[in-house]
């Protein structure tokens, strides 16, 4: 199976802030990776496929990066309505495989 | 657009039979690969496994010998049946639609949408 690690597990911000999150993967994926957001009692809400496309609807501060084996999730100018837990998941292979979420807590 | 709702008991009993249905409104059934996903409470995403509209299916190597995902085109529907379920398959089980998009050489896939999810809880 492909492990995905994620850094942080949990990082406290204010409105306002540049975030970046990073996903690494045990082995080369190319660009199969996939974001998600997910809110308290609420499914997964996809923002980022392909490494990089912008899911329609999702908001331009949300933006995804990488290849191979590493990836980023960034937040150029945190909302209130993103503090969220948010998760990459893999594609390449079989089983799909998710990371273990990255918490975005309000400092 | 494409709405899913999961259904079935919320509570099972240990050493019993998990056994969840997917509908599919708004949208057709076919041309896709449909997944079952779990998350125990507190803790992270668990693919289980997909079923082609077809009916061809894949299971997550680790669940592989207590799962079982079939479909019924006709009722817009799919199934997840997990055997001898213990405290551990606690859990929110989702159902979601698998896209894969070809453009050119390049395959694009993502799991858009996904039900609102149901709690399972396994105890006596």
């Known amino acids: 199976d492909i492990q995905l690690t994620q850094s942080p597990s949990f990082l406290s911000a204010s409105v306002g802030d540049r975030v970046t999150i990073t996903c690494r993967a045990s082995?080369?994926?190319?660009?199969?990776l996939a974001w998600y957001q997910q809110k308290p009692g609420k499914a997964p809400k996809l923002l980022i496929y392909a490494a990089s496309t912008l899911q329609s609807g999702v908001p331009s501060r949300f933006s995804g990066s990488g290849s191979g084996t590493e990836f980023t999730l960034t937040i150029s100018s945190l909302q209130p309505e993103d503090f969220a837990t948010y998760y990459c998941?893999?594609?390449?292979?079989?089983?799909?495989?998710f990371g273990p979420g990255t918490k975005v807590d309000i400092k | 657009q494409v709405q899913l709702q999961e259904s079935g008991p919320g509570l099972v009993k240990p050493s019993e039979t998990l056994s969840l249905t997917c509908t599919v409104s708004?949208?057709?059934?076919?041309?896709?690969?449909w997944s079952w996903i779990r998350q125990p409470p507190g803790k992270g995403l668990e693919w289980i496994g997909y079923?082609?509209?077809?009916?061809?299916?894949n299971y997550n190597p680790s669940l592989k010998s207590r799962v079982t995902i079939s479909v019924d085109t006709s009722k817009k529907q799919f199934s997840l049946k997990l055997s001898s379920v213990t405290a551990a398959d606690t859990a929110v089980y989702y159902c979601a639609r698998e896209v894969t998009l070809i453009r050119g050489v390049i395959m694009e896939n993502w799991f858009d949408p996904w039900g609102q999810g149901t709690l399972v809880t396994v105890s006596s």
């Open positions: 079923i082609y509209y077809s009916g061809s299916t």
């Open positions: 708004g949208g057709s059934i076919s041309s896709y690969y």
């Open positions: 998941q893999q594609f390449n292979t079989y089983p799909r495989t």
């Open positions: 082995q080369g994926i190319s660009s199969y």
